[in-house]
């Protein structure tokens, strides 16, 4: 596993983005998909290198297997799923990224009630609560290191069928969510679908917002690539 855990769930250290950019430097020549972890290690940070027998790295590799994006031990290599990401069609890429991400079960758990719709940091906390049943002091700050991790993965799941977001399947004794003076929100949409994101009015969630904001552009801009390789 990854490194983190809430409750009894265990989730990756890394975030997504940051697991498709490493799955890329595996993937990119000279490695070309094969890579022993002295040489992943030592590919991430140049010229130093990190330390293979460091807890950040083994969380690290520990993060791109629990996204399904590498196998073996010593040597590793990507896996079908990774190959899909890195070198399959738009389509295939898209279906790829998106189980990738939800190859994490607290993640699947997430988007089984709520889709792509986030709600608000409250009612985040809560739905968690009622997931992963950890200790209700450690769960609001833990909640939000998920949250922000929920919300980078999302752009790439596709909408759920039939969802509303909380108040389609609300946590219990929740009631809808409704829209104040201290809540912020942005509503994103493509030809993926809607991604709703609101958050409570604070420093950090606005530096959330933003991180929403530029992971869409890259998006759009990868999108654009991909059409006009076609054409």
């Known amino acids: 596993m990854g490194g983190f855990k809430i409750g009894n ?7 997504f983005e940051r697991a498709l950019e490493i799955l890329k430097t595996i993937c990119d020549p000279p490695f070309k998909g094969q890579i022993t972890q002295s040489g992943l290690a030592q590919a991430l940070d ?24 590498i196998q073996g031990k010593g040597s590793l290599s990507a896996t079908e799923l990774a190959k899909r990401i890195v070198a399959g069609t738009p389509e295939e890429i898209s279906k790829a990224k998106a189980e990738s991400f939800l190859s994490v ?15 608000t940091e409250e009612a985040f906390s809560v739905l968690l609560g009622e997931i992963t049943q950890e ?4 769960l ?28 389609n399947n609300p946590p219990s004794g929740f009631g809808s969510r409704t829209t104040t003076s201290n809540v912020a929100a942005i509503s994103l949409r493509d030809l993926g679908g809607t991604m709703n994101l609101t958050v409570d009015r ?14 869409f552009k890259k998006r759009l801009e990868a999108d654009a690539k991909s059409t006009k390789g076609e054409k």
Not at 9 to 15: A, E, G, I, T
Not at 46 to 69: A, C, H, Q
Not at 135 to 138: A, M, R, S, V
């Open 105 to 119: 079960p607290l993640f699947k758990q997430v988007y089984q009630r709520i889709g792509i719709i986030i709600p």
């Open 135 to 138: 200790d209700k002091l450690k």
């Open 46 to 69: 140049p010229p130093k290198g990190m330390s293979e027998t460091g807890g950040g790295f083994i969380n690290l590799v520990g993060s791109l297997r629990d996204y399904g994006l």
């Open 140 to 167: 609001p700050e833990r909640s939000k290191i998920v949250m922000k991790f929920y919300m980078e993965g999302a752009r790439y799941l596709p909408p759920l069928e039939g969802a509303t977001g909380m108040e």
């Open 202 to 215: 604070t420093p950090d969630n606005v530096d959330i917002l933003i991180t929403a904001l530029q992971n």
């Open 9 to 15: 769930y265990s989730y990756p250290s890394l975030r």
